[in-house]
């Protein structure tokens, strides 16, 4: 039913960027919150930022005045714009979907991000 394939991930320095993509098909019900979550060995998964259909989003502390997410509600398609990547935003980045708060939803495949010097 809902399905979600994310792109975009991989290697780069310090202080670089990448462009996470999330590629939904579902209802428009289904996919009224979007999210990126990271995931480290041994750790939690946690939110990194969410958005919702009508364009409101939240971030993490960690994140904010860096990254940047956004939906194209035509093409069913999420990014998160990650810009001055540090060593700590490092992770299997994973897109899900959801109707609502207190839902757990579907969830992507992740992509990896790794950020090295």
């Known amino acids: 039913q809902v399905q979600l394939v994310e792109s975009g991930g991989g290697l780069v320095q310090p202080g670089g960027s990448l462009r996470l993509s999330c590629a939904a098909s579902?209802?428009?019900?289904?996919?009224?919150?979007m999210g990126w979550y990271r995931q480290v060995p041994g750790k939690e998964r946690e939110l990194v930022a969410f958005?919702?259909?009508?364009?409101?989003?939240k971030y993490v502390d960690s994140v904010k005045g860096r990254f940047t997410i956004s939906r194209d509600n035509f093409k069913n398609t999420v990014y998160l714009q990650m810009l001055r990547l540090k060593p700590e935003d490092a992770g299997v980045y994973y897109c899900?979907?959801?109707?609502?708060?207190?839902?757990?939803?579907?969830w992507g495949q992740g992509t990896q991000v790794t950020v090295s010097s």
């Open positions: 958005i919702i259909r009508d364009g409101s989003t």
């Open positions: 579902g209802s428009d019900f289904d996919l009224n919150i």
């Open positions: 899900n979907a959801r109707a609502a708060s207190g839902y757990e939803g579907t």
